[in-house]
């Protein structure tokens, strides 16, 4: 499914808006203001060029360096590449927190963050932590110009990591809450048996994702939390419903409407058979959408010992067998990427072969006292029933259409799809593809004059950038919300 390029080219002027604030913040006031934190407010300096600032799909970081040589990392969300950068903040700090608490999964120290508010340089909400020196899994394990697994990496080094990562796993599935949703600064020691009380929506990765590039806020309510993985599934296809039905481009002729729309109605009624049954109810389990090898660093390409993960963002209380499902990560690069079927299934299943066997040799080790029917081995074999592990890609990740792997997958080991196709009224289907084709040529004439003006946007000054991002609220309906998310407020000042 594609994007909506016309909420891109807005993101693309928020950013360099942005970017130019950052690039003179971190010149002339970035040190003074983090030494400002230091218990000893010790002067620092900057310990990379600009050009050298690592720059992720949502963050930018900065190093920087005291005199008594302890090094600290500054991470600001980028306007343009986060919808919800408080809330993203907040949340990824709390969850930081718990996991220094509860567990001895090694990830930075925080010195410090706040919200926008609390930034007196104007450039948004931060996190400040220790720097881990070490080199970052995604260099030994990634090819260079893909996110896809190196060919030639030697089962040995996947081996080591995995393991690691496992263990890593059986700590985080330890976590137990009462409700599905995220955890904020408010949040406390729940009643007995629970680590924490929740009390704000779950900020997904998928949901994020819906909002920047497809354009649709399918967040709900910032209060909004969940009872049971029913109610919570059935929430997640209402967002993919939402979605389909509000991005203008959402399909690309009619009969790509007529099959999403067959498509998503056939997920909707397939919740209750992939619920598992005594997994419905609380307790729920800990979750990140971003948690994955490349996200952690070693201490070196010998020893291959975890020192570090990293990027908290998108964690939140979630549904036990989605915490313990396959995960999409095997080849880093998610089946729900891929536009059909190849040769990388078979690689993921091999992978997952190797996956499965460490997660049975740890568990023997560490989780001697668990039930058979509780040990992670057990549910994601009860996840791979069905077709089940690829409704579960399907719900983690957007953007899915009928052509990638997962929905082929699970239409494959469905045996009663074309009865649930047949189900769909046709009349229904007949009135949404009337409204998309309709929808798709009103999309591709405002993208073509939105085009028309970013270039000239491109060509002027921040006045006329920002003039651009007033006239999409105004023309095509751009949320004022979108630019309030992002705290675009002080950026003004």
Request: hydrophobic content about 35%; charged content about 30%.
């Amino acid at each position: 499914m594609d994007w909506d390029e016309r909420g891109i080219l807005d993101n693309n002027v928020s950013f360099l808006l942005w970017i130019r604030k950052y690039d003179k913040a971190r010149e002339e006031q970035l040190t003074d203001w983090v030494s400002t934190f230091h218990s000893d407010h010790l002067p620092c300096e900057l310990a990379t060029h600009k050009i050298d600032d690592s720059r992720g799909a949502y963050n930018i970081n900065c190093k920087v360096a005291f005199t008594n040589g302890e090094k600290w990392m500054v991470r600001f969300p980028m306007v343009g590449k986060v919808m919800a950068a408080d809330e993203k903040v907040e949340i990824e700090v709390a969850a930081m927190k718990l996991i220094r608490q509860q567990t001895n999964i090694p990830i930075p120290d925080i010195k410090a963050w706040g919200l926008a508010v609390d930034n007196p340089l104007g450039i948004g909400p931060f996190i400040i932590t220790q720097f881990i020196e070490g080199v970052s899994v995604d260099n030994i394990l990634q090819n260079t110009d893909a996110r896809m697994m190196k060919e030639d990496v030697s089962e040995d080094v996947v081996e080591t990591i995995f393991r690691q990562t496992i263990n890593f796993q059986f700590q985080l599935q330890q976590l137990k809450f009462p409700r599905i949703g995220s955890l904020t600064s408010t949040s406390t020691s729940g009643e007995p048996g629970f680590s924490a009380a929740i009390h704000s929506r779950p900020l997904t990765q998928k949901a994020h994702d819906l909002k920047k590039l497809g354009g649709v806020d399918v967040l709900g309510p910032r209060d909004k939390t969940y009872s049971s993985t029913t109610e919570y599934f059935h929430h997640i296809i209402d967002q993919d419903l939402r979605h389909l039905h509000c991005q203008l481009n959402s399909v690309d002729d009619a009969d790509d409407a007529r099959d999403k729309f067959i498509y998503w109605n056939v997920m909707k009624a397939l919740i209750a058979r992939h619920v598992l049954p005594n997994r419905d109810n609380a307790p729920f389990s800990f979750m990140c959408d971003d948690f994955q090898p490349a996200n952690m660093i070693v201490n070196n390409e010998q020893e291959l010992k975890i020192v570090a993960v990293i990027d908290w963002e998108w964690s939140y209380a979630a549904p036990v067998q989605l915490v313990h499902s396959t995960p999409s990560w095997l080849l880093i690069e998610s089946p729900n990427t891929w536009p059909s079927v190849d040769e990388r299934l078979t690689r993921f299943d091999r992978y997952l072969e190797l996956y499965t066997k460490i997660l049975k040799e740890e568990e023997q080790k560490c989780l001697d006292d668990v039930s058979e029917d509780d040990r992670p081995s057990s549910l994601l074999r009860e996840c791979q029933k069905q077709g089940r592990q690829w409704f579960h890609f399907i719900l983690l990740r957007g953007f899915n259409g009928p052509t990638c792997v997962p929905f082929t997958k699970l239409r494959e080991e469905t045996a009663d799809w074309d009865e649930l196709v047949s189900a769909v009224p046709e009349e229904e289907i007949k009135a949404f593809v009337q409204k998309k084709v309709a929808d798709l040529q009103t999309y591709e004439t405002q993208f073509a004059e939105t085009q028309e003006r970013y270039e000239v946007a491109l060509e002027g000054e921040s006045e006329d950038r920002l003039a651009f991002i007033e006239e999409n609220i105004r023309r095509i309906g751009i949320d004022k919300e979108r630019h309030h998310w992002q705290s675009w407020e002080c950026f003004n000042q």
